[in-house]
């Protein structure tokens, strides 16, 4: 029980704390070549990160290519940033507190800059801060999903510890009655070995009486014989 309410706080804790979003410029090298872009930072896994960003920019803006841990899209098309194609350049990292997740975006005559093309930027800045908040609604609804297990197994617990609290009341009241049954029987036994005892010693009397009579008959029995004999 300690365990699943442990795992609980500590569910509710995770959604607490994946609330921040942050994007900085930074600059990536890729496969040798230094390049400028911007950086989201946030507080899930590498794995779930990198499956999410792929999945979303498939959907935002094309096909995604994935080789040696760099993701690429050609011909992009994001009308939010840009209305001519991009070319999407991105790698997803581990920071100590969850995923880094860096893209460059080539517009074919200059790249996504803060500022060169401070609009472009923003947009960008304002697509990944999207995604972020897309990551972590589809976090915290998995840690929802999480707790009602824990909600729910806790809940079987609770309802089993009870029927085990029933079922041993249910013996006690059983075990009650048992003992107040044989006090009863005892009672019973006590009163049918008194009568036994009254019985053996009327039994004792009534032998003697009889044991008597048939003497007195013997004797009588004799006397009529001695009679029968002074007959001649």
Same mark, same amino acid.
């Given at each position: %029980?300690?365990?699943?309410?442990?795992?609980?706080?500590?569910?509710?804790?995770?959604?607490?704390?994946?609330? %921040?979003?942050?994007?900085?410029? *930074?600059? @990536?090298?890729?496969?040798?070549?230094?390049?400028?872009?911007?950086?989201?930072?946030?507080?899930?896994?590498?794995?779930?990160?990198?499956? &999410?960003? +792929?999945?979303?920019?498939?959907?935002?803006?094309? #096909? =995604?290519?994935?080789?040696?841990?760099?993701?690429?899209?050609?011909?992009?098309?994001?009308?939010?940033?840009?209305?001519?194609?991009?070319?999407?350049?991105?790698?997803?990292?581990?920071?100590?507190?969850?995923?880094?997740?860096?893209?460059?975006?080539? %517009?074919?005559?200059?790249? =996504?800059? *803060?500022? &060169?093309?401070?609009?472009?930027?923003?947009?960008?800045?304002? !697509?990944?801060?999207? !995604?972020?908040? +897309?990551?972590? #609604? /589809?976090?915290?609804?998995? @840690?929802?999903?999480? &707790?009602?297990?824990?909600?729910?197994?806790?809940?079987? /617990?609770?309802?089993? =510890?009870? *029927?085990?609290?029933?079922?041993?009341?249910?013996?006690?009241? +059983?075990?009650?009655?048992?003992?107040?049954?044989?006090?009863?029987?005892?009672?019973?036994?006590?009163?049918?070995?008194?009568?036994? /005892?009254?019985?053996?010693?009327?039994?004792?009397?009534?032998?003697?009486?009889?044991?008597?009579?048939?003497?007195?008959?013997?004797?009588?029995?004799?006397?009529?014989?001695? *009679?029968?004999? &002074?007959?001649?």
């Amino acid at each position: %029980m300690r365990r699943i309410i442990l795992a609980v706080l500590l569910l509710i804790s995770g959604v607490c704390q994946a609330q %921040m979003v942050q994007v900085v410029e *930074k600059e @990536q090298e890729v496969n040798g070549v230094i390049r400028r872009g911007q950086q989201l930072s946030v507080q899930i896994d590498p794995k779930t990160t990198e499956k &999410a960003w +792929k999945d979303y920019l498939s959907k935002k803006a094309g #096909r =995604v290519k994935s080789s040696k841990g760099v993701l690429t899209v050609e011909g992009a098309v994001i009308d939010t940033i840009s209305s001519t194609p991009l070319r999407v350049i991105s790698l997803v990292g581990s920071n100590a507190q969850g995923s880094n997740i860096w893209w460059t975006l080539d %517009m074919g005559v200059a790249y =996504v800059d *803060k500022d &060169a093309t401070p609009k472009e930027h923003a947009a960008a800045e304002s !697509f990944m801060r999207g !995604f972020a908040r +897309k990551l972590y #609604r /589809e976090d915290v609804l998995r @840690q929802i999903n999480e &707790a009602e297990e824990v909600l729910r197994a806790t809940k079987s /617990e609770q309802d089993r =510890v009870v *029927k085990d609290a029933n079922s041993i009341q249910n013996q006690i009241d +059983k075990n009650r009655q048992r003992k107040q049954d044989l006090k009863a029987e005892l009672a019973r036994n006590a009163e049918e070995l008194k009568q036994l /005892e009254l019985n053996v010693e009327h039994n004792v009397k009534q032998q003697e009486i009889s044991r008597q009579q048939v003497q007195d008959m013997e004797k009588s029995v004799e006397a009529v014989r001695e *009679k029968l004999k &002074a007959i001649k």
